[in-house]
């Protein structure tokens, strides 16, 4: 079990310890929040490639005092202009893996440059150094990856750039090998010269979009060469006495702020933490949240999405009022996949930024682009074909995500920076870690370091379980059961469950930080 990190005037977590570092050596260097947490991202995407890489995508929260707000960017990809049911005829369901599935323009690249341009300090090689140091003199395979790569040896065997960029002879990497990924480092030092566009209109994007044509897939250079991220304003919402802050759709973090806000209708003075009534009720709110995401969900630029409705005070009010303390409602569960990566960074300035990036499933699409070392999200194969779908496949559009980094604020400064890998997971255990710090005033450590749950899918299996942490004890599991509750106990400290991190700056101007057991991870502040 891991103690809290405390810091005087800066701090950074994220899953992966190199990453975590690497941040912190940016902040050494002069560099702000905002430096560092491009340096966290790269880096994730070179030593964690299992859950994160340049062929994926992130979302955004950054807050500078300067500007005293809160401003989003949504780094999400489209699909492209070939993107179409008809180019899917006779197949019930889009293919989850393979070229396929590489359906959206990756849109983390773009990120990166989009936040240095408005916010940084330092050149993009500079905070790309890292992250080209380990992919090209060697990182040490972490658990997770072992772990992971272990699971989808398969998948990765059946393409021949895969294999060679994760896999040994065939076999997998024992966890402490030292790794190099030199396709990646090479893609890397061309972005670090070059810049954003040498990848979506550069030599960078004609090595990966040839290597998609060849391989039957769909996306063009047209496609990468007309991709922009946008900055967003973000959704907002309170518990308690916290402003709290989510991205807006496409992302699922409206979620977020709905379960709060119906759980504010809720005294947990009179409900022992991890209690039955504790598990039993933050799930429930869960669930009511789910369906209206579930219905709506998708690229606002395709349909009007009622977020207002959502958010609204008195709707809350009315979903809270819908939750049953004996019983637990029936609801079906999506498949959304769960591997994703969550970091933030706070600086002796008090810029603050939270963010998580994913290939969506454990490795993406499978799929790596040729000698480039990058490896592809199938984050559109999440897009229905039936027309009728809110989410159904269009071109140019975005599809439901999972991604939703969270900023809350206190008086107007920030508060509390959180977030965890898992798609379904996300909401529940950003819930998990707010009432956690708010109502039983632990820290964010001690909250990161208590039984989790996590409802519905689990590495993109359709689900209505409620899997628990076998430390919540049987009494615990037996009394959800009886309230209908399709229990089944997991590990003690299982990876399903997320992993989280989180930032807390307390009333004397520290900065605590708490980082995931589950997980590679540290917390780094002085």
């Known amino acids: 079990m891991r103690q809290v990190s405390i810091g005087t005037k800066t701090m950074v977590v994220s899953p992966h310890a190199l990453a975590s570092a690497a941040g912190a050596r940016i902040l050494e260097k002069g560099g702000n929040a905002f430096?560092?947490?491009?340096?966290?991202?790269?880096?994730?995407?070179?030593?964690?490639?299992?859950?994160?890489?340049?062929?994926?995508?992130?979302?955004?929260?950054?807050?500078?005092?300067?500007?005293?707000?809160?401003?989003?960017?949504?780094?999400?990809?489209?699909?492209?202009?070939?993107?179409?049911?008809?180019?899917?005829?006779?197949?019930?369901?889009?293919?989850?893996?393979?070229?396929?599935?590489?359906?959206?323009?990756?849109?983390?690249?773009?990120?990166?440059?989009?936040?240095?341009?408005?916010?940084?300090?330092?050149?993009?090689?500079?905070?790309?150094?890292?992250?080209?140091?380990?992919?090209?003199?060697?990182?040490?395979?972490?658990?997770?990856?072992?772990?992971?790569?272990?699971?989808?040896?398969?998948?990765?065997?059946?393409?021949?750039?895969?294999?060679?960029?994760?896999?040994?002879?065939?076999?997998?990497?024992?966890?402490?090998?030292?790794?190099?990924?030199?396709?990646?480092?090479?893609?890397?030092?061309?972005?670090?010269?070059?810049?954003?566009?040498?990848?979506?209109?550069?030599?960078?994007?004609?090595?990966?979009?040839?290597?998609?044509?060849?391989?039957?897939?769909?996306?063009?250079?047209?496609?990468?060469?007309?991709?922009?991220?946008?900055?967003?304003?973000?959704?907002?919402?309170?518990?308690?006495?916290?402003?709290?802050?989510?991205?807006?759709?496409?992302?699922?973090?409206?979620?977020?702020?709905?379960?709060?806000?119906?759980?504010?209708?809720?005294?947990?003075?009179?409900?022992?933490?991890?209690?039955?009534?504790?598990?039993?009720?933050?799930?429930?709110?869960?669930?009511?949240?789910?369906?209206?995401?579930?219905?709506?969900?998708?690229?606002p630029d395709f349909r009007n999405i009622p977020v207002e409705r959502f958010l609204d005070k008195a709707y809350c009010r009315e979903l809270a009022g819908r939750i049953s303390r004996d019983s637990a409602a029936p609801l079906t569960a999506e498949p959304l996949g769960s591997d994703t990566a969550y970091a933030a960074v706070v600086d002796g300035d008090g810029n603050a930024v939270s963010f998580i990036q994913s290939l969506?499933?454990?490795?993406?699409?499978?799929?790596?682009?040729?000698?480039?070392?990058?490896?592809?999200?199938?984050?559109?194969?999440?897009?229905?074909?039936d027309e009728s779908s809110a989410n159904r496949l269009e071109p140019r559009k975005r599809t439901f995500h999972t991604l939703m980094p969270a900023l809350a604020l206190k008086d107007e400064k920030p508060y509390l920076l959180y977030g965890s890998m898992g798609g379904e997971g996300q909401p529940q255990t950003q819930t998990a870690l707010l009432t956690r710090i708010v109502d039983y005033r632990m820290d964010p450590q001690e909250a990161i370091n208590e039984p989790r749950w996590v409802w519905g899918r689990t590495w993109g299996e359709a689900s209505t379980e409620l899997k628990m942490e076998a430390r919540v004890g049987e009494q615990v599991l037996s009394g959800l059961a009886a309230m209908g509750h399709e229990v089944r106990k997991i590990g003690d400290w299982d990876a399903l469950t997320g992993h989280a991190q989180a930032i807390l700056l307390d009333a004397h101007g520290f900065r605590i930080g708490g980082s995931d057991p589950r997980s590679d991870g540290a917390a780094i502040g002085w």
């Not at 000698?371 to 199938?378: D, S, V, Y």
Request: aromatic share 12%; hydrophobic share 40%.
């Open 35 to 299: 430096d560092a947490a491009v340096a966290v991202s790269s880096t994730l995407a070179v030593v964690y490639p299992h859950m994160t890489g340049l062929g994926g995508d992130s979302f955004w929260l950054l807050y500078s005092p300067g500007e005293g707000a809160v401003r989003g960017y949504n780094g999400s990809g489209r699909s492209g202009y070939k993107a179409s049911p008809e180019a899917y005829a006779g197949e019930q369901a889009i293919p989850t893996r393979g070229i396929r599935s590489v359906l959206t323009v990756p849109g983390m690249v773009d990120s990166w440059s989009a936040i240095l341009r408005e916010y940084g300090t330092l050149p993009l090689g500079d905070v790309l150094e890292p992250a080209m140091t380990y992919a090209g003199g060697g990182y040490p395979v972490s658990r997770s990856q072992y772990a992971n790569t272990k699971l989808c040896a398969g998948l990765l065997a059946a393409n021949p750039y895969s294999a060679a960029a994760y896999l040994r002879g065939g076999g997998v990497p024992p966890a402490g090998t030292r790794w190099i990924q030199s396709g990646l480092a090479q893609s890397l030092r061309r972005i670090a010269s070059n810049g954003r566009d040498e990848f979506y209109r550069g030599g960078l994007a004609r090595d990966i979009t040839s290597y998609i044509r060849k391989s039957g897939g769909l996306l063009l250079a047209d496609d990468f060469a007309d991709h922009e991220g946008n900055w967003v304003t973000p959704l907002t919402g309170s518990y308690r006495d916290l402003e709290l802050y989510q991205l807006p759709p496409n992302s699922q973090g409206f979620t977020g702020i709905v379960i709060a806000q119906m759980l504010e209708h809720f005294d947990f003075n009179s409900i022992p933490h991890g209690s039955v009534a504790f598990y039993h009720v933050l799930v429930e709110a869960v669930k009511l949240a789910f369906r209206d995401r579930n219905l709506e969900l998708t690229d």
């Open 360 to 385: 969506y499933f454990e490795f993406g699409s499978g799929v790596t682009a040729g000698e480039t070392g990058i490896l592809l999200q199938n984050r559109g194969s999440f897009f229905s074909l």
